[in-house]
């Protein structure tokens, strides 16, 4: 090959291979990856309350802001690190959107679990960040990565309150078949919330509501999906 041809083809080669790069800088930047739930993983350990909450739902809205359509959309969720937080024991952790119009949103939903093995009843709270990959794909994973983004949560062990219960679940349908979705009405009391005293005032906590399918670790996400 002449010397002239070969500087062609050398230039050629990493003009194409920098091209590459900057079309896939391009596609991870236009992707966009937000939670949608929070940061703070709530679970009941206590030793008064049976089955204790160990696994809770997180959920994350993904964007394709690419410019064109993506023909089959897969997202997934790992790279754990921290120790405590992983996928629970039937999450796969890959959820398949499909089809994904350009601009469009959709949420996708994981199950996690926390190691509370090595904490007292009730204390199972983690300061220490737990952080996770959520990652979105052109086709079934993991090649034609499209963007990616890594999220960080903490856990907390909620209130032991006995008196908090759920008096009435209806569901929208007593026989639903393969596919379809499901609408539950869930009524129940609080019971009684405590106080944190000041020196010259009661300020009250505030409060948050979590509603869930099941407390185990072992609930079958795949066969109950949630929208």
């Known amino acids: 090959m002449p010397i002239n041809s070969f500087r062609y083809f050398r230039w050629s080669v990493a003009l194409r291979v920098f091209l590459l790069f900057a079309v896939s800088a391009q596609i991870c930047r236009a992707t966009s990856i937000t939670s949608s739930w929070g940061n703070v ?16 739902y997180v959920s994350y809205n993904v964007t394709n802001d690419t410019g064109a359509a993506i023909t089959d ?6 790279n ?30 994981f199950y996690l679990t926390v190691d509370c093995s090595s ?44 008196a908090n219960k759920v008096n009435t679940v ?9 596919g379809s979705i499901i609408t539950l009405t869930i ?13 010259h005032h009661i300020q009250r906590w505030q409060y948050r509501y979590l509603y869930k399918p099941t407390p185990g670790t072992n609930f079958r996400i795949s066969f109950f999906e949630r929208h």
């Open 73 to 78: 959309a897969w997202v997934t969720l790992g």
């Open 170 to 178: 209806v569901a929208s349908s007593t026989s639903p078949i393969l």
């Open 119 to 162: 904490f007292q009843s009730g204390k199972c709270n983690i300061s220490t960040a737990q952080n996770f990959t959520v990652s979105l794909y052109s086709g079934p994973p993991a090649t034609n990565l499209l963007g990616a983004q890594t999220f960080s949560v903490t856990v907390q062990d909620t209130t032991a309150a006995l």
């Open 41 to 56: 993983i709530y679970l009941d350990t206590a030793g008064n309350v049976s089955p204790n909450l160990l696994a809770n």
């Open 187 to 199: 009524t129940g009391n609080t019971g009684k919330f405590p106080a944190l005293q000041h020196e």
């Open 80 to 109: 754990f690190t921290g120790g405590f937080v992983s996928l629970a024991p039937l999450e796969n952790g890959v959820v398949h959107l499909g089809p994904m119009a350009a601009g469009a949103t959709r949420t996708v939903y």
